[in-house]
């Protein structure tokens, strides 16, 4: 019974099984982040299947992302108050039932429900295992664990893009979301038998601010609707214009309810201190401009040049490779470079090869400039960290790590929303004019980053 017992003093450094239960809890984080792009393959099945309009496309994106965003602080604090273990267990079973749910789906509203599901699942799930993870390991095993933990975003991300085409082109889009079923089971059945039981932490625990989550969920809610109604009826549109003023009053009223809440859920203070508002730029920016490359090629190759679900996600492998080799080498190299460069390097990259299918057409330019774009891209991810989190004060580490989670849930909505609208006349017809359109402004973005990151990041920031 020795290996059952955890201790508030020690954390878990003595618990026997402490790897299992981080393979286990990773294969979890793995699933969730694959969910972002493993739908990007198949979202041109998925709206023939179903006969989505473009709007409900980018929701089938949006949904999940938005949900997972804007709950995970929330999340968090759930664990501190109700306990890491069983949020995860509750977390992993709605995220494995929403995904059943979402494969069974046979119309947009279930659809998207589903996935708002499974954003929610994610959201409680998430944050947990993190807080599990953290307490199982101590010393120098703690920073190993957290390594292999970061590593899962940028492989899973990448992954997510080959799974979904070789699942799309076999036994159907559903299954890009059926394959969550079996494993989200497996590890609820194994997971208990390795994690001990955690206390609560001791003292004052923060409440839950529910009106926080839901105000600032909402408000970027209402943003994302006002840039998919760009693309139906402009952008100058009453209906935008309309949509984009009220999501600028959620947001106004979730800063004023953040001030006054006894126990709000982000810290507006940490949020505008440099280092925290160069990461969280540098995150939202990145995860927008990563999500606009999967979406545009997939649907440039699928719809476009005519290739099937199998040969695109093959096409894409490049393009992972890339993303992760843009990460390694950032995490190489930052340490000496600094972050500031590393992080004006890689948007510089980035907005290059977004240029590139500007320039030329056909499926050797598009994934040759979207490989290269993947490459800076790959690369922020390090950056943002980096910045972020290497200049606040330890005990407010856990709070700006999720502040940075937020904002690339939220970076990959924008992202969605934003490239849907620019490419919506090429993702009606057989133009690509608008796919012209949509890489342009994304490789016009990049360049504009890149002159903010190299006056928003400090200029020593995450050298040695």
Do not use: C
């Amino acid at each position: 019974m020795a290996d059952q017992r955890i201790t508030t003093e020690t954390g878990a450094g003595a618990h026997g099984r402490r790897w299992q239960a981080l393979a286990l809890l990773g294969v979890a984080q793995f699933m969730l982040i694959l969910d972002v792009t493993v739908v990007a393959i198949a979202l041109p099945h998925i709206g023939a299947d179903l006969d989505l309009s473009r709007s409900a496309l980018t929701w089938v994106v949006s949904a999940y992302t938005l949900t997972f965003g804007g709950l995970m602080l929330l999340g968090g604090r759930g664990a501190d108050l109700f306990g890491a273990r069983g949020l995860v267990l509750a977390g992993l079973a709605t995220f494995t039932a929403a995904s059943l749910v979402v494969g069974l789906a046979g119309g947009a509203e279930v659809l998207i429900a589903g996935r708002v599901a499974q954003g929610l699942g994610a959201a409680m799930l998430s944050p947990a295992a993190l807080s599990v993870v953290v307490r199982l390991f101590e010393g120098e095993e703690r920073n190993k664990a957290l390594g292999i933990w970061s590593a899962l975003g940028g492989s899973g991300a990448a992954v997510g893009v080959l799974l979904g085409g070789v699942l799309t082109a076999g036994p159907g889009w559903p299954w890009a979301f059926f394959v969550n079923v079996p494993v989200g089971v497996a590890i609820m059945v194994l997971l208990p038998r390795t994690l001990p039981p955690l206390p609560r932490p001791e003292g004052a625990r923060p409440r839950l601010d529910v009106p926080g989550a839901l105000l600032v969920t909402g408000a970027t809610g209402v943003g994302i609707y006002a840039l998919i109604n760009a693309g139906d009826h402009g952008w100058g549109a009453a209906s935008t214009l309309g949509l984009a003023t009220a999501a600028v009053v959620l947001y106004l009223v979730f800063g004023a309810w953040q001030r006054a809440a006894k126990s709000p859920l982000m810290d507006l203070g940490l949020l505008f201190r440099r280092p925290v508002t160069a990461g969280t730029f540098v995150i939202l920016t990145g995860t927008a401009l990563m999500v606009a490359v999967f979406f545009l090629g997939s649907f440039y190759l699928q719809e476009y040049s005519g290739h099937g679900p199998l040969v695109t996600g093959l096409l894409f492998l490049p393009v992972a490779l890339a993303t992760m080799a843009g990460a390694h080498t950032a995490g190489r190299v930052i340490g000496g470079l600094g972050a500031r460069r590393v992080g004006v390097t890689g948007m510089v990259i980035a907005a290059a090869g977004l240029v590139v299918p500007v320039l030329w057409a056909g499926t050797p330019a598009v994934v040759t400039g979207v490989a290269l774009a993947a490459a800076g891209i790959g690369s922020l991810f390090v950056v943002a960290s980096a910045t972020a989190l290497g200049q606040v004060e330890p005990h407010q580490a856990g709070l700006a790590s999720g502040i940075v989670s937020t904002f690339h849930e939220f970076g990959a909505s924008i992202g969605a929303a934003v490239v849907s609208s620019l490419a919506a006349v090429s993702l009606a017809g057989a133009t690509d004019t608008g796919f012209e359109r949509a890489f342009t402004v994304s490789a016009v973005v990049a360049a504009v980053a890149a002159a903010v990151i190299a006056t928003l990041i400090p200029a020593d920031s995450a050298r040695h």
